[in-house]
């Protein structure tokens, strides 16, 4: 499997529930995004990585959504205290590098409903 | 703020022609525009990526086109198969950053 990958690739919780999505990105790319994408809508940027620090967090929606990449390859997106429109496909991508000319690959996504 | 405009958001053609899918964005300052396929149901996959130093990039029956200077690029989708409905949405990647501003896409179909 060379591609990025993405775990749960459905995942249904309750209102008030914490969640955790994962992403193993392709193996030696440094750069790692996520983006967040509504029914007919296209996707919407929440954050990235650089190696293992958050070069860019202005994407996230509010405190309840957090993400982590501690060893700078598997990155985890966390949401506390799930809320029915925090429901979406969670999108994973990653690239050889953040940057210019950076192609970013994506994984088959998450599927996340709040009921 | 970038913002990326797809028009048209849906496209119903016979198998065999020949079409063009348009993408606009408000700010020049990219570093490239990216266009993706998605499936429904599936994540992206990416089809051409167009470096802003260049004006255009071919794969297959794929043509691709940039114009920062009007802030527009084209994708041209040479004698379509039903095997080509899909949603295609083109991304800008902005210098100040390395997100990609995504369009909302344009839903295409093929009839054979």
């Known amino acids: 499997g060379a591609g990025v990958s993405q775990t749960p690739s459905n995942k249904v919780t309750e209102k008030g529930k914490y969640v955790e999505l994962r992403c193993d990105p392709i193996s030696g790319h440094t750069a790692l995004y996520w983006y967040r994408q509504s029914l007919g809508q296209g996707p919407e940027f929440l954050i990235y990585f650089q190696g293992t620090g958050a070069a860019d967090d202005s994407g996230l929606p509010n405190d309840r959504f957090f993400a982590v990449r501690p060893e700078g390859s598997v990155s985890t997106l966390k949401i506390q205290r799930t809320e029915r429109g925090d429901s979406a496909v969670y999108l994973c991508?990653?690239?050889?590098?953040?940057?210019?000319?950076?192609?970013?690959?994506f994984g088959p996504g998450t599927r996340l409903t709040v009921l | 703020k970038q913002e990326v405009t797809q028009i048209p958001a849906a496209l119903s053609v016979p198998e065999g022609e020949n079409l063009v899918l348009n993408c606009s964005f408000t700010d020049s300052a990219i570093y490239n525009l990216q266009w993706f396929r998605q499936d429904p149901g599936k994540g992206l996959t990416s089809l051409l990526l167009i470096q802003s130093s260049q004006r255009e990039q071919t794969s297959g029956r794929l043509n691709a086109s940039l114009d920062k200077s009007s802030g527009r690029s084209t994708l041209y989708i040479a004698a379509s198969q039903p095997g080509d409905s899909a949603t295609y949405l083109c991304?800008?990647?902005?210098?100040?950053?390395?997100?990609?501003?995504f369009g909302e896409g344009t839903q295409l179909t093929v009839n054979p």
């Open positions: 991304a800008a990647e902005e210098t100040s950053g390395s997100r990609l501003t």
């Open positions: 991508a990653s690239s050889l590098s953040a940057g210019v000319y950076n192609e970013q690959f």
